[in-house]
């Protein structure tokens, strides 16, 4: 079956601007994550959503950074004022429930470049 | 809070060497343990997973077992193949307060002919 989608697969944008990226996550699955990685870093945590509600936000670095899962599936990541320091891979993965032991399978993620 | 530290790399290794790639974690009770892998121009895979301690995750060859007592989650290989090169993330889910994983920074194994 399809595997957890991201769009767009590279954003370059200007200092100040405002950006979405969008995840679709697998069918089915109630739970979804979004994660940064820098380079050579391990993907950090920002948000992640059991069905339409944000469960846990604890990761978003400040309020620049909002996400929303209107219909419990797809998701965007909204990031307003862009500072160069947001210049990341922004990952998504879902899960079938957001239990501990659950798999998260992770999209291909969406580069993304401030300049 | 909660932490893991993977062994420094990254890791050159001849085909058919034995691999180990060291992981810790810091963590109150019992969370499930994970390695994913990502291989060249491809997204996370999930390589193995342990949800208890002393369980053994074991995929492709590779295996890790969830030392409680060491707070370890060491992956290993008999006999690396060049496909086996990529980057591997040790990483835990908590057994409370929802399933966020934490990742450890990555290991970069390079397997060479």
């Known amino acids: 079956g399809a595997g957890v989608s991201q769009t767009p697969s590279n954003k370059v944008t200007e200092k100040g601007k405002y950006v979405e990226l969008r995840c679709d996550p697998i069918s089915g699955h109630t739970a979804l994550y979004w994660y940064r990685q820098s380079l050579g870093q391990g993907p950090e945590f920002l948000i992640y959503?059991?069905?339409?509600?944000?469960?846990?936000d604890s990761g978003l670095p400040n309020d620049r950074f909002f996400a929303v899962r209107p219909e419990g599936s797809v998701s965007t990541l909204k990031i307003q004022r862009t500072e160069r320091g947001d210049s990341a891979v922004y990952l998504c993965?879902?899960?079938?429930?957001?239990?501990?032991?659950?798999?998260?399978?992770f999209g291909p993620g969406t580069r993304l470049t401030v300049l | 809070g909660n932490s893991v530290t993977q062994m420094e790399g990254p890791v050159t290794l001849s085909e058919e060497a034995f691999l180990t790639i060291n992981c810790t974690y810091t963590?109150?009770?019992?969370?499930?343990l994970f390695w994913y892998v990502q291989y060249p121009g491809e997204g996370l895979q999930l390589l193995l997973k342990?949800?208890?301690?002393?369980d053994k995750g074991s995929n492709k060859g590779f295996e890790a077992t969830y030392r409680k007592e060491t707070t370890s989650f060491h992956l290993e290989k008999g006999s690396v193949q060049v496909s086996d090169s990529a980057v591997y993330f040790c990483?835990?889910?908590?057994?409370?307060?929802?399933?966020?994983?934490?990742f450890g920074e990555g290991t970069q194994l390079t397997v060479n002919p």
């Open positions: 963590a109150t009770g019992y969370p499930s």
């Open positions: 993965a879902s899960s079938l429930m957001a239990l501990g032991a659950d798999t998260q399978y």
């Open positions: 959503f059991q069905g339409t509600g944000a469960a846990d």
């Open positions: 342990a949800t208890k301690a002393d």
């Open positions: 990483a835990l889910s908590p057994e409370t307060s929802g399933s966020r994983l934490t």
